[in-house]
Each structure stands twice: as structure tokens, then as C-alpha cells.
């Protein structure tokens, strides 16, 4: 039997995560922040010793990109310092950790998929602050003889329901009017609960997955026009779309120009195929 806590479980993608049924007599504890706040290492301990799990999947971030730029302090404390001692708690008492990270701990500034072996290079606070994260795990983990850790950097996350890209765009299309939408950056759409799947699938079973950093994505790269358009598409929507460069739309954080993260070798130690965005989303949306 393997317990699994989930901490953000309010979250995009903590709420994917926490509504897996398992199988095999697994349990899943559900942590929202009132419940388990990574910035409080006593909340951290309250939770560990209250429910010994064996592992964490750690759903719990600060994700305001540009709100970031403002809230340097608290994005810190959140993805480097929080992200840092849940790892340091989980490694000090044999727990296994899968934690989620991003695109934007890149420069964005390549132009053939990013591969785990890249140079980090963020350009704004909240990249700058899950690079930390992930460095701050690294180390945690580098000596912890009972447990090990997994990075997981996705890109572009997007669900049928909630705040994301997708269901912004299905409310301002049906608004009837003129969208512009930025034709400049590459990524590769990504819907939440496939990537939940996956994540409880390795803390089910962490002998599927060395633990490392890896990279999880779908077949691209669109833009964000693409997305908008194949969206309208499976709606039926018929919606003046204009594609715009980023110039277009100025935001406090910088955007990656380039985003798609290398799907296969994650999809190849799993003996399994990436799937296309588009046909993920027909599936998904
Ligand atoms: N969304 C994307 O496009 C995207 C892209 C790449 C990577 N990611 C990564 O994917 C992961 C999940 O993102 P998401 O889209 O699910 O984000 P989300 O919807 O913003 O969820 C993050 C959750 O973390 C919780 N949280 C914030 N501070 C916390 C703290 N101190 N202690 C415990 N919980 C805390 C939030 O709680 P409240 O509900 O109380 O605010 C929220 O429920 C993150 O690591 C993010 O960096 C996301």
C-alpha cells in the first residue's frame, strides 16, 4: 500500500491530482494550504507526522507570472524556500517527492526543443524562483538514502474547467468581438489531467521512472493563435481571431519566445508515445 499527500490539491492541478481514484488499496491525502502551507516548516511537520505518507506530490506554487514581478518575496518563499524544506523534511524521513516545475526556468530564446540537459536561464521572478526550487530539491535529495525525488517541468497547462488559457479564450469568444491573440511564442498545449495521470501513476509505482528531472509535454509546438483557433474549431465558434506579436500585449514579466519542451525521453523510458496537442484536446476540452 502506498499513501500519497498532495499539497496545493486547490490548484490546477492539485485538483486533477486529488480526484484519481487508486487502485490496489493506495490512499491519497488531500492538502490544501490551510491544511499543509509549505512556507511553514511546522505545517510541513504537522502534516508528515500526522499522515507518515510515502511519498508527496507537490502541487503547491506561486503561479502569478507577472504578479511575481511585485511579489518577489513571496514567490521566493513559496517555490525556492517552501519547495525546499518540503524536500528537506521528505529526504530527512524517507519520503518520496514529485514535484512540478516549468518552461520558464529557460531563456525561451532557443529554437529546437528543450532537452533536461539545457542551461537554466529564467528570465523573470517566478522562473528565477522555481530554478531555485528545483536547485534547492537537488540538494536536499543528494544525500537522502531513503527516498528520492522527481522533477517534473511542463509547459503551457491548460484543463476543461477553471482559470486557464483555454476557458479564457472560450469566455472572451463568445463575446462576439475581435480577438488578438499572440502568434510569436511557441509551446505545446498541455492538459492537466493526463499530466495528473501520469504523476500518480510514478508515486504509485516509483520503480516506473528514475528519479530525475524530467520533461513532460505533448507533440508540437503551436502558438497561442494555433491553440485559440483549434479551440474555436472544436466549439464550433466562430470568432474574428487577428494573430499579434507579443509586442502587442506588454506584461510585467517577460514571456519565453520559445517554450516546447522535449517530450520523448520521458515518453521513451516509458515505452509509450507523446500525444499531439490537438488530439489531446479534442479529447480533453
Ligand atoms: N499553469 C501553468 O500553465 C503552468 C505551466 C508550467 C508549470 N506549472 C507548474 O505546475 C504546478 C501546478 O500549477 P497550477 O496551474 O495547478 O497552479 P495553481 O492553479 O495556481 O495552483 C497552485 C496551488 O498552490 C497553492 N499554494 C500557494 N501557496 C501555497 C503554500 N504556501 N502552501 C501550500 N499551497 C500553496 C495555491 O493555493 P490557493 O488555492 O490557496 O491559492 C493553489 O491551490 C506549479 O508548480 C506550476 O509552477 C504551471
Known amino acids: 500500500m502506498r499513501k500519497v499527500l498532495i499539497t496545493g490539491a486547490n490548484g490546477q492541478l492539485g485538483s486533477r491530482l486529488s480526484e484519481i481514484t487508486l487502485s490496489n488499496g493506495d490512499v491519497v491525502v488531500v492538502c490544501d494550504r490551510e491544511r499543509l502551507d509549505i512556507t511553514d516548516s511546522a505545517s510541513i511537520e504537522r502534516a508528515m507526522s500526522e499522515h507518515n505518507p510515502h511519498v508527496v ?9 507577472d504578479g511575481a514581478e ?4 513571496l514567490a521566493h518563499a513559496v517555490n525556492a524556500i517552501g519547495a525546499g524544506q518540503l524536500a ?57 538514502a531513503r527516498s528520492n525525488a522527481w522533477i517534473f517541468r511542463v509547459a503551457w497547462l491548460y484543463d476543461s474547467r477553471g482559470r486557464n488559457f ?3 479564450m472560450l469566455r472572451l469568444g463568445a463575446s462576439g468581438k475581435a480577438l488578438k491573440i499572440v502568434n510569436d511564442q511557441l509551446g505545446a498545449p498541455t492538459a492537466a489531467g493526463p499530466f495528473a495521470e501520469l504523476l500518480m501513476e510514478v508515486a504509485q509505482n516509483p ?35 487577428i494573430p499579434c506579436t507579443t509586442d502587442a500585449y506588454p ?3 517577460q514571456r519565453p519566445a520559445y517554450s516546447y519542451l522535449d517530450p520523448y ?9 507523446p500525444e499531439h496537442w490537438k488530439d489531446q484536446l479534442q479529447r480533453v476540452l
Open 70 to 73: 511585485e511579489e518577489a518575496d
Open 265 to 273: 525521453p520521458l515518453m521513451q523510458a516509458l515505452g509509450r508515445n
Open 166 to 168: 483555454a476557458q479564457t
Open 57 to 65: 506530490i507537490n502541487a503547491a506554487a506561486y503561479t502569478a507570472v
Open 88 to 144: 528537506r523534511t521528505c529526504a530527512d524521513s524517507g519520503i518520496d517527492l514529485i514535484h512540478v516545475s516549468t518552461d520558464y526556468v529557460f531563456a525561451g530564446n532557443q529554437n529546437e526543443p528543450y532537452r533536461t540537459d539545457a542551461e537554466p536561464a529564467p528570465t523573470g521572478v517566478y522562473g528565477h524562483s522555481k530554478w531555485r526550487g528545483e536547485k534547492a530539491i537537488e540538494t536536499a535529495f543528494a544525500t537522502a
Open 251 to 253: 506584461t510585467p514579466a
Open 207 to 241: 520503480k516506473l521512472l528514475r528519479p530525475q528531472t524530467w520533461h513532460y509535454g505533448t507533440l508540437g509546438p503551436a502558438t497561442w493563435y494555433d491553440f485559440a483557433r483549434a479551440i474555436f474549431a472544436h466549439k464550433e465558434m466562430v470568432v474574428d481571431a
